[in-house]
């Protein structure tokens, strides 16, 4: 009999393949150079993987998503804790939250690179900083939901602030900080993708561009196709494995 994870992955594997045969039956259609089909992108990539453009470039993109979002995760987790705490804090510096999460990613990316120049630096800066207003809100409404009594508790027993953090507090945040992580590492691809094709000489966005000045189609594609599978390899691999961790206490 199968399990539920099994059946699940047979309907994600017919549902791939159906997808994947829709899209040779349309390229085959369409015979256009403008819409190449799976096999000439998988011809591409191969190429591209055995000449190490492929791993080169994927690496570089790899290595900035994972500096940002340690940089986001622990600054906007801060911010996050001190606002959810505090009442005060919280109404003073709410404006300043919703102005940047309104702020264009563009406008970051563009300012960070005229004020610090086309530097690995101000890349990491413009990710990051895209990326601490969405930690620190998720965040935040986690602080606020903390229970008063575990917290009372804790204080009667003299847990100390040590043992109150990692039994008490931590228990009751880390599903709020999978939430954040997982939703902002969606984030942080993407900009690191646009923060690449502006100012950087290496990259998955570098690639893509350089692919689009010559209007190579199937090398758009390609990568495109490698950066889902990195993508979804992190998130099968990683996240969702931490996210059940987290919750695991509820049960």
């Not at 570089?60 to 994972?66: G, K, P, Q, S």
């Not at 906007?76 to 919703?98: E, H, K, Q, T």
């Not at 309104?102 to 086309?118: H, Q």
Request: some cysteine; charged content about 15%; proline content about 3%.
């Amino acid at each position: 009999m199968q399990t539920a994870s099994q059946s699940r992955l047979v309907w994600s594997l017919l549902s791939l393949a159906a997808l994947l045969l829709l899209w040779e039956i349309s390229s085959l259609l369409a015979a256009s150079r403008l819409f190449p089909g799976p096999l000439v992108v998988l011809d591409t990539m191969l190429a591209e993987f055995q000449s190490g453009a492929l791993a080169h470039h994927v690496g570089a993109t790899l290595a900035r998503v994972v500096v940002s979002f340690t940089v986001a995760m622990l600054i906007g987790s801060v911010i996050g804790l001190a606002l959810g705490r505090s009442a005060n804090a919280d109404r003073f510096f709410d404006s300043w939250l919703i102005f940047f999460l309104n702020l264009p990613a563009l406008v970051i990316i563009i300012l960070c690179y005229v004020w610090f120049g086309l530097t690995e630096t101000a890349a990491i800066i413009a990710v990051a900083v895209n990326k601490i207003p969405n930690v620190a809100v998720t965040v935040r409404e986690g602080a606020r939901a903390l229970s008063r009594d575990l917290a009372e508790m804790a204080h009667m027993y003299r847990f100390g602030w040590w043992r109150t953090l990692r039994h008490v507090t931590l228990p009751q945040m880390a599903p709020f900080f999978a939430a954040s992580a997982r939703s902002g590492l969606a984030l942080v691809w993407k900009i690191v993708l646009v923060v690449e094709l502006l100012g950087r000489s290496n990259g998955v966005g570098h690639q893509l561009h350089v692919a689009f000045q010559l209007f190579d189609v199937p090398m758009i594609i390609a990568y495109a196709v490698a950066f889902i599978i990195v993508v979804q390899l992190v998130e099968i691999g990683l996240l969702q494995p931490l996210e059940a961790r987290a919750g695991r206490w509820r049960r």
